[in-house]
T-cell receptor, first 109, second 112 residues
Framework: GEDVEQSLFLSVREGDSSVINCTYT??????LYWYKQEPGAGLQLLTY?????DMKQDQRLTVLLNKKDKHLSLRIADTQTGDSAIYFC?????????FGSGTKLNVKP | EPEVTQTPSHQVTQMGQEVILRCVPI?????FYWYRQILGQKVEFLVS????????KSEIFDDQFSVERPDGSNFTLKIRSTKLEDSAMYFC??????????FGPGTRLTVL
């Protein structure tokens, strides 16, 4: 079945850039997504990229997609303490999404 | 901005009892979903629903589970006889098209 893998933890200093990586297996996914989950909260859609794009930028967020290697990354520029959360990569097929385990981002002041 | 809402935020129940988790999807959306997240684990797909019927369901979604859209706004997940291992956060999601799903804040279900 489809599998989405992420590293579990990332720690950065405030003001630095964060890069969260994800690999996936289903090459037929039309879109790939990044969701943010703060403690005790739901899943907030951060951004998504169409599978025929290489890059998408949205303010401090940059998504890079390497379709050949099935690798997706999320770069957060000028990381703030409010960015501390769990970030989930997801790939979407029709009807359902497959989520990674989530990367816990810790931003140190 | 429209959002998916879920009630209750936390449900505590005894093993063997029935629970109904409620969701109000975004009003013009046509596709509805339930996911669950056991503490510390991945978010797992349960079921998708379109045009008043189940489109797809996972192996988790056994006969103990059912979904319903009883009126034009609510979308419910019923667990008939809860087990300890049903304790999880349950997320509802909806989408206008099938590509982008918007998630609710979740209902934390605790089975004692």
């Amino acid at each position: 079945g489809e599998d989405v893998e992420q590293s579990l933890f990332l720690s950065v200093r405030e003001g630095d850039s964060s890069v969260i990586n994800c690999t996936y297996t289903d090459s037929s996914s039309t879109y790939l997504y990044w969701y943010k989950q703060e403690p005790g909260a739901g899943l907030q859609l951060l951004t998504y990229i169409f599978s025929n794009m290489d890059m998408k930028q949205d303010q401090r967020l940059t998504v890079l997609l390497n379709k050949k290697d099935k690798h997706l990354s999320l770069r957060i520029a000028d990381t703030q303490t409010g960015d501390s959360a769990i970030y989930f990569c997801a790939e979407g097929g029709f009807n359902k999404f497959y989520f990674g385990s989530g990367t816990k981002l810790n931003v140190k002041p | 901005e429209p959002e998916v809402t879920q009630t209750p935020s936390h449900q505590v129940t005894q093993m063997g009892q029935e629970v109904i988790l409620r969701c109000v999807p975004i009003s013009n959306h046509l596709y509805f979903y339930w996911y669950r997240q056991i503490l510390g684990q991945k978010v797992e797909f349960l079921v998708s629903f379109y045009n008043n019927e189940i489109s797809e369901k996972s192996e988790i979604f056994d006969d103990q589970f059912s979904v319903e859209r009883p009126d034009g706004s609510n979308f419910t997940l019923k667990i008939r006889s809860t087990k300890l291992e049903d304790s999880a956060m349950y997320f509802c999601a909806s989408s206008e098209l099938r590509e982008v799903q918007f998630f609710g804040p979740g209902t934390r279900l605790t089975v004692l």
